[in-house]
């Protein structure tokens, strides 16, 4: 059974940084795509970025390229999401998702953590 477990939100001010961490277990995930989505209040849940594991390829939403980035270490078993020039409208829940897949995709993922909290002040 795939376990996600996302750490690492908080409270940060503008122009700060974050990183998120995502452990995965259950499986071995070299044949998957890890996402990680956001869901600000009132707002649907949004694509923030994905890696495939295998190959490291990534893709990113328009809304955080160039400042976030996405990454993994097979030896933990864990994705990350370092977090850089953050903005109050990147204040949301942020969660780890799963999917296997061949190719880096940015919907319909199966697997889904809980979530944690990223709150950015002006």
């Known amino acids: 059974q795939v376990q996600l477990v996302e750490s690492g939100g908080g409270l940060v001010q503008t122009g700060g940084s974050l990183r998120l961490s995502c452990a995965a277990s259950?499986?071995?995930?070299?044949?998957?795509?890890m996402g990680w989505f956001r869901q600000a209040p009132g707002k649907e849940r949004e694509f923030v970025a994905a890696?495939?594991?295998?190959?490291?390829?990534?893709v990113y939403a328009a809304s955080v390229k160039d400042r976030f980035t996405i990454s993994r270490d097979s030896a933990k078993n864990t994705v990350y999401l370092q977090m850089n020039s953050l903005k109050s409208e990147d204040t949301a829940v942020y969660y780890c998702?799963?999917?296997?897949?061949?190719?880096?995709?940015?919907?319909?993922?199966?697997?889904w953590g809980q979530g944690t909290q990223v709150t950015v002040s002006s």
């Open positions: 998702a799963a999917e296997w897949s061949r190719v880096v995709v940015t919907s319909g993922y199966d697997y």
């Open positions: 259950g499986r071995t995930f070299s044949g998957y795509v």
């Open positions: 890696i495939r594991w295998s190959t490291g390829s990534t």
